[in-house]
């Protein structure tokens, strides 16, 4: 059987359909890249925002119309929190809840009866992730989260926290090295958690991992500002562990962060981003800021607007807030009219994005190693742009012969100049 999946929301969501992708291909089963070259579809959902829901409806309804013979599976936080209507209203074959989604490949094979092959069916050495037309594996470390910030839906989807041994993890990452992958990012609900169920923690899970693989490249994905202990940083003194994190404040107030029951403020926030920048070259950091959240007012907003200013990030992922039921912000008052909310996301794109161009500017003329992504795209001239990343995760493209491939490859670029619209740097790879 062929299989699709599809994932949108977090990185988490990602890391899990790469492992199903996995389990399918060493079960016998083909990973399409396409809904229509599909006879089942896994759609991983998320329900992290009311957009995101939307969204995820969306989606289902794109793939009923993409391949309407195939089955149709859904997962994910939307599946498990509006379980009934993905099975009734959106015609889902098979919907498998958060709790499940480690028995995803056999309940798809049992209930939509798909026949198992041996493993020796499988092309040898088939990585799934390539099958998917991908470089970057992401890798769950761990599920769910043990705090409660009031607008998060979430904890209420994943649950308690859960963490997977050293020894998975680390084997898991020497399996996809041997499959060829370049970059490892680590990912979950929690990610700052990892271990707070097992007497371990990220720091020991990460000297375990730089110890123990040679992946030429590891990341983390987004990691609660509270979670790193003191002299975290100095890891990055292993130049295997890249000089990005993306840090999620969610607002610049004090007074703001204690209604969203963050556990981090301002200051010390500043303090920490200072750490790391003193403590690790080029160390990018970005973040994410919720606009409008119930309550904010013009005072308040004006000192996230002062915080981004003084922090500079190199990107900030902007969320107007919308309202999630079965959490405590819903029921706060001083809900923030819709058009204050789309403002307020203009006067900051408009401010991060001249931090980022300001960002991007500075590499002009350095030479930064950037792992080359996917296969590159045909353009009329017989060229072929390709895209990828510096070590710091800023986004490099790069015209080359079409003779000459640069997918999943490592290499010295040197930055020529700055995309017309501030958010890519333009580079030529050193022969």
């Known amino acids: 059987m062929h299989v699709y999946l599809k994932a949108i929301g977090c990185r988490l969501n990602e890391a899990e359909i790469e492992s199903w992708a996995a389990q399918f291909l060493q079960r016998g089963h083909r990973i399409a890249s396409t809904p229509q070259n599909a006879d089942i579809m896994v759609f991983n959902s998320c329900a992290v925002t009311g957009e995101a829901a939307r969204k995820s409806r969306q989606q289902v309804r794109r793939l009923h119309r993409e391949n309407r013979t195939?089955?149709?599976?859904?997962?994910?936080?939307?599946?498990?929190?509006?379980?009934?209507?993905?099975?009734?209203?959106?015609?889902?074959?098979?919907?498998?809840?958060?709790?499940?989604?480690?028995?995803?490949?056999?309940?798809?094979?049992?209930?939509?009866?798909?026949?198992?092959?041996?493993?020796?069916?499988?092309?040898?050495?088939?990585?799934?992730?390539?099958?998917?037309?991908?470089?970057?594996?992401?890798?769950?470390?761990?599920?769910?989260?043990?705090?409660?910030?009031?607008?998060?839906?979430?904890?209420?989807?994943?649950?308690?926290?859960?963490?997977?041994?050293?020894?998975?993890?680390v084997g898991e990452i020497n399996g996809l090295i041997a499959q060829g992958v370049r970059e490892v990012v680590l990912t979950g609900v929690h990610v700052g958690g990892y271990g707070s169920d097992t007497g371990s923690d990220l720091a020991s899970l990460l000297r375990a991992i730089l110890a123990d693989t040679d992946v030429p490249r590891l990341r983390l994905a987004s990691v609660e500002p509270w979670d790193l202990p003191p002299g975290f940083f100095g890891l990055f003194e292993n130049p295997r562990l890249m000089p990005h994190m993306h840090l999620p404040v969610q607002s610049g107030s004090d007074s703001v962060l204690r209604r969203m029951a963050r556990r981090c403020r301002t200051a010390d926030f500043k303090t920490l981003v200072s750490e790391a920048r003193s403590a690790v070259t080029d160390f990018n950091v970005t973040t994410d800021v919720i606009v409008g959240f119930p309550g904010e007012s013009e005072e308040e907003?004006?000192?996230?607007?002062?915080?981004?200013?003084?922090?500079?990030?190199?990107?900030?992922?902007?969320?107007?807030?919308?309202?999630?039921?079965?959490?405590?912000?819903?029921?706060?008052?001083?809900?923030?009219?819709?058009?204050?909310?789309?403002?307020?996301?203009?006067?900051?794109?408009?401010?991060?994005?001249?931090?980022?161009?300001?960002?991007?500017?500075?590499?002009?003329?350095?030479?930064?190693?950037?792992?080359?992504?996917?296969?590159?795209?045909?353009?009329?001239?017989?060229?072929?742009?390709?895209?990828?990343?510096?070590?710091?995760?800023?986004?490099?493209?790069?015209?080359?012969?079409?003779?000459?491939?640069?997918?999943?490859?490592?290499?010295?670029?040197?930055?020529?100049?700055?995309?017309?619209?501030?958010?890519?740097?333009?580079?030529?790879?050193c022969r």
């Open 70 to 169: 195939a089955k149709l599976v859904m997962t994910g936080c939307y599946a498990t929190l509006e379980k009934t209507e993905a099975a009734t209203r959106l015609g889902v074959d098979l919907v498998v809840d958060n709790a499940d989604k480690a028995q995803l490949v056999q309940r798809v094979e049992q209930e939509l009866a798909l026949p198992a092959l041996s493993i020796a069916a499988s092309e040898p050495g088939e990585a799934a992730l390539f099958a998917r037309g991908r470089q970057r594996a992401f890798v769950k470390i761990q599920d769910g989260c043990r705090y409660r910030c009031t607008y998060c839906i979430v904890t209420l989807a994943r649950g308690a926290e859960r963490s997977r041994a050293v020894s998975d993890i």
């Open 301 to 429: 907003w004006r000192e996230t607007l002062d915080f981004v200013d003084a922090l500079r990030f190199g990107h900030v992922h902007i969320f107007a807030y919308s309202p999630r039921a079965g959490t405590k912000a819903a029921t706060l008052p001083g809900q923030v009219d819709q058009r204050i909310k789309k403002q307020r996301s203009r006067e900051l794109h408009t401010l991060a994005g001249r931090h980022k161009r300001s960002t991007l500017a500075a590499y002009a003329g350095r030479e930064p190693a950037v792992l080359w992504e996917g296969d590159g795209e045909p353009l009329e001239d017989g060229t072929r742009r390709f895209q990828g990343y510096t070590p710091n995760m800023l986004r490099v493209a790069a015209v080359v012969p079409e003779s000459e491939r640069l997918t999943n490859r490592i290499c010295r670029t040197r930055i020529e100049a700055l995309s017309e619209d501030g958010s890519v740097l333009i580079g030529s790879p």
